[in-house]
């Protein structure tokens, strides 16, 4: 939590300073909402599962369970590979909540937000947050991982979805030079476009190299990251920013919400 919040405060004070955007809806009606949702999420992960990842990686080690206890490779190999593994799962994840249409319409919460920054990282409907801590005790469990790992990964993932998704300028050369090694803003914010053909490109969160692999991966976005749109065409609309809609939007008849946004621009 320390260094959740501590990335959190660095880079929101970065976007004061240097934002590559000007923000849309702004932090008074976006922030209250998305972080709002970040501390219910965290209360009914706590309450609805007995077990994070990190807890299934302790009783994996004290039952003996998962493919490294059958290996003797040492602590650190097992985790650094531990880690390369849940970022691929955490891809994987991620292309299936694009695919997969009722696993979309729980992800898209995360989609309709009318601009991205720091909190945009953290906004994520309940249910897919609870899907999401289930795969990483699925695969945690069977690799039975040291547990060190799974706390460093849980670290390292929140700190580079907070850094991913700021809305924070970093000179050409630096972004070409890091995006070797971790996703940046400019390579992720292509994800959030409108165009359907950019929001299906960009899945990685830490490392970059998965979207390479696998040929999801798009360098600019078409508009530029000036003028491009970001959001759901759907969901352009005040309700994108309020945090009982963001709960409701899975729920939501996409004819019925047609009919909405038609009422809404008479």
Not at 101 to 111: D, N, Q
Not at 112 to 132: A, N, Q, Y
Not at 155 to 174: K, M
Request: hydrophobic letters at 50%; one cysteine or more; proline letters at 5%.
């Amino acid at each position: 939590m320390a260094a959740f919040g501590g990335v959190l405060v660095i880079m929101a004070l970065w976007e004061v300073a240097s934002p590559m955007r000007r923000l849309s809806a702004g932090r008074s009606y976006r922030w209250p909402s998305n972080l709002g949702l970040v501390a219910f999420n965290s209360f009914a992960l706590r309450t609805i599962l007995p077990l994070t990842a990190a807890g299934t990686a302790a009783m994996a080690a004290e039952q003996g369970w998962g493919l490294f206890h059958y290996l003797s490779w040492s602590d650190w190999v097992s985790g650094l590979i531990t880690i390369i593994l849940l970022d691929l799962a955490v891809y994987l994840q991620h292309v299936l909540f694009h695919a997969v249409p009722i696993l979309w319409r729980l992800h898209m919460v995360h989609h309709t937000d009318p601009d991205i920054d720091c909190t945009t990282g953290l906004r994520f409907h309940t249910l897919e947050i609870i899907v999401s801590m289930g795969i990483k005790i699925l695969v945690v469990g069977l690799l039975g991982p040291p547990v060190w790992s799974v706390i460093a990964f849980e670290i390292i993932l929140n700190g580079t979805a907070v850094f991913n998704h700021s809305n924070v300028r970093l000179p050409g050369s630096i972004d070409h030079l890091l995006r070797r090694i971790v996703v940046t803003p400019d390579m992720h914010r292509v994800h959030h476009s409108v165009l359907p053909v950019e929001t299906n490109s960009n899945f990685g969160f830490n490392l970059p190299w998965w979207d390479w692999i696998f040929g999801t991966y798009c360098a600019q976005p078409f508009m530029g990251h000036q003028r491009m749109t970001i959001g759901l065409k759907a969901f352009q609309d005040a309700r994108s920013v309020r945090l009982h809609w963001m709960m409701a939007f899975p729920f939501i008849r996409q004819d019925s919400n047609d009919a909405v946004l038609r009422r809404r621009q008479r």
